[in-house]
């Protein structure tokens, strides 16, 4: 898979997995893990590039006697995943012309 793709969809999970309520590193792996694997130094890259393009939030807070960090997905980050949403019916679209030939000869 092309990496730019495989990267924007990434970032959509990740933003997908706070959609509803804020979470944490840890907790956003869990979350994801039935759909995709990710490590987490993958994770915290994607969290970092999505904190500098304002989509998300970060908090800080003591949890267990440790810091924590929060992430919360802010408006910009609610409006990627609804683009994604539309760019995915076009890709689906393309796919379905791609192999309607098919029949089963693949």
Same mark, same amino acid.
């Given at each position: @898979?092309?990496?730019? =793709?495989?990267?924007?969809?990434?970032?959509?999970?990740? =933003?997908?997995?706070?959609? #509803?309520? $804020?979470? /944490?590193?840890?907790?956003?792996?869990?979350?994801?893990?039935? &759909?995709?694997?990710?490590?987490?130094?993958?994770? &915290?890259?994607?969290?970092?590039? =999505? $904190?500098?393009? #304002? @989509? =998300?939030?970060?908090?800080?807070?003591?949890?267990?006697?440790?810091?924590?960090? /929060? /992430?919360?997905?802010?408006?910009?980050?609610?409006?990627?995943?609804?683009?994604?949403?539309?760019?995915?019916? $076009?890709?689906?679209?393309? /796919?379905?012309?791609?192999?309607? $030939?098919? +029949?089963?000869? +693949?």
């Amino acid at each position: @898979m092309d990496i730019q =793709l495989k990267r924007g969809i990434l970032d959509v999970c990740v =933003l997908a997995a706070i959609k #509803n309520e $804020e979470s /944490y590193g840890y907790k956003i792996i869990k979350d994801m893990k039935p &759909y995709i694997e990710m490590s987490e130094s993958t994770l &915290y890259t994607i969290l970092k590039r =999505l $904190e500098s393009a #304002n @989509m =998300l939030t970060v908090r800080t807070a003591e949890h267990d006697g440790r810091l924590r960090k /929060y /992430y919360k997905i802010t408006d910009a980050g609610l409006d990627r995943i609804k683009s994604f949403k539309e760019e995915w019916r $076009e890709v689906m679209s393309i /796919y379905q012309f791609v192999v309607k $030939e098919d +029949d089963g000869n +693949d």
